[in-house]
């Protein structure tokens, strides 16, 4: 019996979980890996005529249905499960997790100094029904030295984070203006999965 007002989260992210439980919400991860261990792999390159929107709404509904189908696979009991995916765009074009650290590098170069998107989707459901919402927010960003550069990635792991940054790290020290959902440029806009949640029926406190 799956306990009362509870859901799967289908991420990875310490951030996520974070921020879940920040508003009260009780979740059992549910990762995307077969039964021999390997992660199971979803395409995520962007079709030629995507749109930043588009491209997000699309990967995350990819990853909603590959989590239902580890759910059935595994017999596991019924209960919403939400999954997420936050992107970086500047000029029109995403800006995924960086490769390396030249790669990323280059990624903070190009926000020096400028304004940026960041744009995080979310998708609850329960089996096919599946709700998605965007919450899209603009950052604005100083100029940033090569020092400032080559010491932020030096000390900060950032091979996992859309953008090559964290908000909530030193990366705050570059940002000059927000204008949107805080959470959401943390990869969980928590208006938007409220609203979500208590449309399947979850309590949130």
Request: proline share 4%; with cysteine.
């Amino acid at each position: 019996m799956f306990p009362k007002n509870q859901i799967y989260l289908a991420s990875r992210s310490p951030r996520r979980r974070e921020l879940l439980s920040q508003i009260g919400v009780r979740f059992n991860l549910l990762l995307m890996r077969e039964t021999s261990g390997r992660t199971i792999d979803i395409d995520e390159r962007p079709l030629e005529t995507e749109t930043p929107a588009d491209y997000i709404y699309r990967i995350t509904q990819l990853k909603a249905n590959e989590s239902w189908k580890r759910l059935l696979q595994r017999r596991l009991p019924i209960a919403p499960v939400l999954v997420a995916d936050t992107i970086v765009t500047i000029d029109g074009c995403i800006l995924g997790k960086p490769r390396d650290k030249m790669h990323a590098e280059d990624m903070l170069r190009n926000l020096s100094g400028r304004s940026h998107q960041v744009l995080t989707t979310i998708g609850v459901g329960i089996k096919d029904n599946i709700q998605l919402k965007l919450s899209t927010s603009t950052v604005r960003f100083r100029e940033i030295s090569e020092h400032e550069i080559r010491r932020y990635l030096e000390n900060n792991n950032i091979l996992d984070k859309a953008g090559a940054y964290a908000i909530q790290g030193m990366a705050a020290t570059f940002i000059v203006e927000i204008s949107g959902s805080y959470s959401g440029i943390m990869g969980l806009p928590l208006y938007e999965t409220a609203q979500l949640l208590e449309e399947v029926g979850i309590e949130v406190t």
